[in-house]
Structure formats: C-alpha cells, structure tokens
C-alpha cells in the first residue's frame, strides 16, 4: 500500500480527526520547550556550579528548535495562521534559517521526497565514509552552508528552482532584517562588554548540532529512491522524552506520507500506519550502529 492509498482508506470522521490543529496543544509544548530553554540561559548566566555542563543540554533543546520551524512550514503546531508565521521567524533567528526561504526548500522536500535530482535535500551528498560521516556530524558544513545562503538571498540572488520567482524578493527582506538582527544584537553585546548571547546561544547551539545531525539523518538516510512515502521515509521508535524534545517528528513516515496532521495527532496516526511502513528502527542507536557510516538512499 502506498501512502495515498493508505489515506484514501480511513474514514472522513478519521481523516478529520487527525487533521485537526490546535493552539492549546501548539501553545503547551512551546511553553513547555522554550521555559526549559530560558530556565538553562539564566542559570548558564548565573554561572551556578558546573553551568558549563549545561551548555551542550541548551544546545541541544536550541537546536531542536528546528523541528517546530520544520513543523510551521505545514502550518500545524498551531490553530492561529500568526502563532506558525511568528513562531517561526524566532525560529529561523535562532538558527539561521530564514523561515520564508525554507518553507519553499522543505515543501520541494516533501514534494520530491527521495527523488534523486528533484529532492533538495539531496542536493548534498550524503556522507559514504567515515571521515565524511564525522564532518557531517560536526554540524560545521551545516553552519557554512546557512550562513553563506543567508547572505547570497541577503544579496538578491536566490536562483534556488524550488522558490517562486515572485517570493524571491521576501525571500531577500527576510535575510537581510535577520543579518540587521543579528548586527544589532552583536553591537549592543559590545557596546556593553558582554558575552550573554555567546555563552546561552551561540556556543550551545554549535555544541548541540551534532546530536540533530544523528537525528535527522535517521529520517531517510539508507531509504529507497521511490515515491511512496511509506517506503522513502523513516519511523524511528524512541523514549518520550526525545519524541517531545523533536515535536514527535519521529514519526516521520507517518508525517511524510500526511503532512498536514499535526504533531500532537502524530501518535494516533502511527497506530494505524504502521503495519504499512516500510522502514521502522527501533532507536537511534540502532540506526547508526546498523549502518554508519553510509547514509546513502538506495535504488527501488
């Protein structure tokens, strides 16, 4: 069964219940992610005993900020259309990504998922050997590679195929107010002799990158080259905590195969997805160690 089939053959009750989003539930685990995320910057701030031991655990919880802005590209996580927009421009500021221009890059993921030549998320090689697998696992390639896309749209050239020719120029708005962002606050951390944002974001999230890097690689990482959803994306079973943590992406085949069902709906939809999907791993661990270094798709 692929995955418009599989859609196709639950009931419109079921169908509208998954589909159904919510402020209440979006609000909740956002409250619940960034209070964790200022609970750490004040005590890293603080300098309590052992705060530097904290900063790789704020990293980890700044970075995985990448799966509500992942989450807001669907307009999902929340009911209200300005709860996703403006949730995810602080999302992007966090993380140098422009919201607008990744929209359009994960829609043409989802769109072209696994296909070689269409998928921009293939665009980049995927890592063979064991040296390429640590590079990409430093998260250094990932930072360069959003800098220098920052300023190359900044600059109004984004010839990116899968960006509307008419959303180009916010495409540049956008990445030009974030580098003015990011030069104020750079200028006021001067002007006052602090290091604040280096010591709660900057450093946390360059230490935290590498644990969403063996993340999302589980995600299609050694998944068939095939259109079906079921096939070319990954469910990884976890513990809650991780679930909570990634926004329930985890459930990944289940996300691809319907995007639109929010996070919050995501467990309901595995339950019934699952005697179809074809790639199901139990941990992320096991993912790795079946397979590292190698992360390359396979043919149908």
Same mark, same amino acid.
């Given at each position: 069964?692929?995955?418009?089939?599989?859609?196709?053959?639950?009931? +419109?009750?079921?169908?509208?219940?998954?589909?159904?989003?919510?402020?209440?539930?979006?609000?909740?685990?956002?409250?619940?992610?960034?209070?964790?995320?200022?609970?750490?910057?004040?005590?890293?701030?603080?300098?309590?005993?052992?705060?530097?031991?904290?900063?790789?655990?704020?990293?980890?919880?700044?970075?995985?900020?990448?799966?509500?802005?992942?989450?807001?590209?669907?307009?999902?996580?929340?009911?209200?259309?300005?709860?996703?927009?403006?949730?995810?421009?602080?999302?992007?500021?966090?993380?140098?990504?422009?919201?607008?221009?990744?929209? =359009?890059?994960?829609?043409?993921?989802?769109?072209?998922?696994?296909? +070689?030549?269409?998928?921009?998320?293939?665009?980049?090689?995927?890592?063979?050997?064991?040296?390429? =697998?640590?590079?990409?696992?430093?998260?250094?390639?990932?930072?360069?590679?959003?800098?220098?896309?920052?300023?190359?749209?900044?600059?109004?050239?984004?010839?990116?195929?899968?960006?509307?020719?008419?959303?180009?120029?916010?495409?540049?708005?956008?990445?030009?107010?974030?580098?003015?962002?990011?030069?104020?606050?750079?200028?006021?951390?001067?002007?006052?002799?602090?290091?604040?944002?280096?010591?709660?974001?900057?450093?946390?999230?360059?230490?935290?990158?590498?644990?969403?890097?063996?993340?999302?690689?589980?995600?299609?990482?050694?998944?068939?080259?095939?259109?079906?959803?079921?096939?070319?994306?990954?469910?990884?079973?976890?513990?809650?905590?991780?679930?909570?943590?990634?926004?329930?992406?985890?459930?990944?085949?289940?996300?691809?195969?319907?995007?639109?069902?929010?996070?919050?709906?995501?467990?309901?939809?595995?339950?019934?997805?699952? +005697?179809?999907?074809?790639?199901?791993?139990?941990? =992320?661990?096991?993912?790795?160690?079946?397979?590292?270094?190698?992360?390359?798709?396979?043919?149908?």
């Amino acid at each position: 069964m692929d995955h418009r089939t599989f859609v196709a053959s639950l009931s +419109p009750e079921v169908r509208g219940a998954l589909t159904e989003t919510s402020d209440r539930a979006g609000l909740f685990h956002l409250a619940g992610h960034w209070a964790a995320i200022v609970a750490l910057g004040v005590l890293i701030a603080a300098g309590v005993p052992g705060w530097w031991l904290l900063l790789p655990v704020q990293g980890v919880l700044l970075v995985f900020n990448f799966t509500l802005l992942h989450e807001t590209v669907h307009r999902t996580p929340f009911r209200s259309e300005w709860l996703n927009i403006w949730v995810g421009r602080v999302c992007g500021v966090l993380l140098l990504l422009g919201p607008v221009w990744f929209r =359009y890059f994960h829609l043409a993921h989802h769109k072209f998922t696994q296909i +070689p030549g269409k998928d921009p998320e293939l665009a980049s090689p995927k890592p063979e050997t064991w040296g390429e =697998y640590l590079r990409h696992l430093s998260g250094i390639p990932v930072w360069i590679g959003e800098a220098r896309t920052l300023v190359r749209n900044a600059r109004g050239r984004c010839d990116d195929s899968w960006v509307p020719a008419g959303r180009r120029d916010d495409v540049a708005r956008e990445a030009r107010w974030m580098l003015a962002l990011y030069a104020l606050l750079a200028v006021i951390s001067a002007a006052a002799g602090s290091t604040l944002l280096l010591w709660v974001w900057v450093i946390p999230a360059i230490l935290g990158q590498p644990v969403l890097r063996l993340y999302l690689m589980a995600e299609h990482g050694r998944c068939a080259f095939v259109a079906n959803m079921l096939e070319n994306s990954r469910t990884t079973l976890t513990n809650r905590a991780v679930r909570w943590l990634a926004w329930n992406m985890p459930f990944h085949a289940e996300h691809h195969s319907w995007p639109t069902v929010p996070f919050h709906k995501l467990p309901e939809l595995h339950a019934l997805a699952k +005697p179809h999907i074809a790639e199901i791993e139990d941990g =992320y661990v096991a993912f790795h160690r079946g397979g590292a270094p190698d992360m390359r798709g396979r043919p149908a």
